[in-house]
């Protein structure tokens, strides 16, 4: 399976990607060939967090400190790694934002990949988009979002200590991400909205959206975990 799951930060995508996994695991069997751990990559807004403790903090520290036009060659670099044809040798790829969080935050906060500029990412999403229909055409877009209100409160409840929202710019977050979906390139997209569901309720939303987006190598694998354990 080959997602790509996007969106504004609070608006489930995590929780959705590892319900995710749990759900390839009971209807498809394990990760095979296992090459890349579990299929999961969810570590493009920077500063991405591995880890606990002071060495990871000070990596995040070290991220910050990062001058504009190194973060760009290091979130380019980042993106292009994770499409390389060891990645799509696994069955499953799944993304949370990847090359589509850098239009929308590196302007924003990073300093980096405005219109026009060296490393324009409006542009280079559209070129990233024709690499990934080019590789891999039964990959899956989803878009992920929820009101201005709905951002706001959870932010309030659960706050992100290493999160880059700010709570004057997510109605332009918003806008950007639904921009980008709208103006997408990949040909299997749909949209998730979380307003007023819970992760349990989006999760049975994406099972009955998926369904006509299933590959065919989907489809094998979860007839053949059906019948192995029948």
Request: a negative charge.
């Amino acid at each position: 399976m080959r997602l790509i799951i996007i969106g504004s930060e609070y608006a489930g995508k995590s929780t959705l990607a590892n319900r995710i996994l749990d759900w390839i695991k009971d209807n498809m069997g394990e990760f095979y060939p296992k090459v890349h751990g579990n299929g999961l990559h969810d570590h493009y807004v920077l500063p991405f967090i591995e880890g606990t403790g002071p060495e990871a903090e000070e990596e995040a520290a070290q991220i910050r400190a990062m001058k504009p036009t190194l973060m760009e060659k290091y979130t380019r670099y980042m993106i292009h790694y994770h499409m390389g044809r060891f990645f799509y040798l696994d069955n499953d790829h799944i993304q949370v934002d990847w090359y589509y969080a850098e239009p929308v935050y590196a302007p924003l906060y990073y300093g980096y990949g405005k219109a026009g500029e060296y490393g324009d990412r409006q542009m280079l999403v559209r070129w990233w988009d024709a690499d990934i229909m080019h590789m891999a055409p039964d990959t899956v877009l989803i878009h992920m979002k929820a009101s201005p209100e709905t951002i706001r409160q959870r932010m309030a409840a659960h706050p992100n200590p290493h999160g880059i929202l700010k709570d004057e710019h997510v109605e332009q977050v918003l806008e950007a991400f639904q921009t980008l979906f709208s103006n997408t390139m990949i040909r299997r997209h749909f949209e998730l909205d979380t307003t007023d569901k819970t992760p349990d309720e989006t999760f049975r939303e994406w099972v009955r959206q998926m369904e006509p987006h299933f590959s065919e190598n989907d489809r094998l694998r979860m007839l053949t975990h059906q019948k192995l354990n029948q």
